[in-house]
């Protein structure tokens, strides 16, 4: 993909870990979903290649296992998040920009999980960015655990397993296989959406909120001489 770095891009990822190639994908998917300094990671995009590689028998083991090992990454990477974000969040959040961090992403995943409650830890799943910090957050938050735990295994199935699944039947495709760099492009297109939504969204709600402000402003009380 040549706007990211070969090293950061999902074919140069997996293909870079050589033989151990499946638990730098684990290792990968669960500092994605866990860790703050994973928010970079290109998920997403990794784990529809980890499928296609799977069903070109560059990744031996079988689907199922794949799914499965991915889905519990992903599951103890929400965990660990949300330990982090009970015990140490609020230190860390309440820090300054730098390079890396930004306060605005934590500000627009609180935003984002107001929206859409316990739900919003699923839908996540399938957004850059948002998904490393709403664990975290939830912990900060002292969300209940049985709750939480509840939804970020439903989260981690939906995203990990169905994702890979994804790649590797697409990956049997003559086309995709020939345009692989095209269907990653359409991957972290897809994966934008949502908050390409939040934004439009966004900015028409701050638009009918002035155009009503203006409107109140005009109609001015009626006062009897």
């Not at 870079?16 to 994908?25: D, E, I, R, V, Y």
């Not at 684990?26 to 994973?38: K, N, S, T, Y």
Request: charged share 15%; with cysteine.
């Amino acid at each position: 993909m040549s706007f990211l770095p070969s090293w950061l891009s999902a074919e140069g990822l997996l293909t870079g870990l050589g033989g151990f190639m499946l638990a730098g994908l684990c290792l990968v998917i669960f500092a994605e979903c866990g860790l703050l300094v994973g928010f970079f990671l290109p998920g997403d995009s990794l784990l529809f290649m980890a499928g296609l590689f799977a069903a070109k028998g560059i990744i031996t083991e079988p689907l199922w296992l794949l799914c499965v090992l991915l889905s519990v990454c992903a599951f103890v990477g929400n965990a660990t998040g949300y330990w982090i974000g009970r015990w140490v969040g609020p230190k860390l959040f309440n820090k300054p920009d730098s390079r890396l961090f930004k306060q605005e992403y934590v500000s627009k995943t609180h935003e984002f999980f107001d929206k859409y409650g316990p739900r919003a830890i699923v839908l996540a799943r399938f957004v850059p960015i948002v998904r490393t910090f709403i664990t975290a957050i939830a912990g900060v938050g002292k969300m209940e655990q049985k709750k939480f735990f509840t939804y970020s295994a439903i989260g981690g199935v939906l995203w990990a397993a169905g994702l890979t699944v994804l790649g590797f039947f697409l990956g049997q495709i003559e086309f995709v296989r020939n345009n692989i760099e095209a269907m990653i492009i359409l991957i972290v297109l897809l994966s934008i959406v949502p908050i390409i939504i939040e934004v439009i969204k966004a900015r028409k709600e701050k638009k009918h909120a002035a155009a009503a402000a203006a409107a109140q402003t005009q109609v001015l009380p009626k006062i009897d001489g």
